[in-house]
């Protein structure tokens, strides 16, 4: 489906068989409103990628997400978007943003991701 039918696009990564489970399970979880976002495989489009200002190193490495107002967010800022509009996962979006919760996940985001990317031999 075209980016410019939905609400908000997500970036994630295709090539990355966690990353499409997660896809899954968000999907199956948002129900109706799941239609409402629009999901973009960066595979190979670096291009189009740095023609909307994403780094695609960056991309591999965090989610992220244009939100209705055509903004950019990336990391944990783009889970909580998703995450706000499924009313099973709002409580969950709340939680993470938590000043106190939110460098610690970040933290751990980060080295599960480049765990991953090494593992893969990607980075």
């Known amino acids: 489906m075209s980016e410019a039918k939905k609400t908000i696009t997500v970036y994630y990564d295709g090539a990355c068989p966690s990353c499409i489970k997660d896809r899954q399970d968000y999907e199956r ?6 239609k409402e976002v629009c999901w973009f495989d960066i595979t190979g489009q670096d291009d189009h990628l740095r023609g909307i200002g994403i780094d695609p190193r960056k991309a591999i490495s ?7 107002h055509q903004h950019i967010v990336s990391e944990l800022d783009a889970y909580i978007v998703l995450m706000t509009r499924v009313p099973i996962l709002k409580p969950l979006a709340w939680l993470i943003g938590l000043p106190i919760i939110r460098p610690i996940l970040s933290s751990l985001y980060h080295r599960m991701v480049q765990r991953r990317l090494n593992k893969t031999g990607r980075l």
């Open 62 to 68: 965090e989610l992220h997400v244009r939100d209705e």
């Open 29 to 34: 979880l948002a129900g109706e409103s799941g």
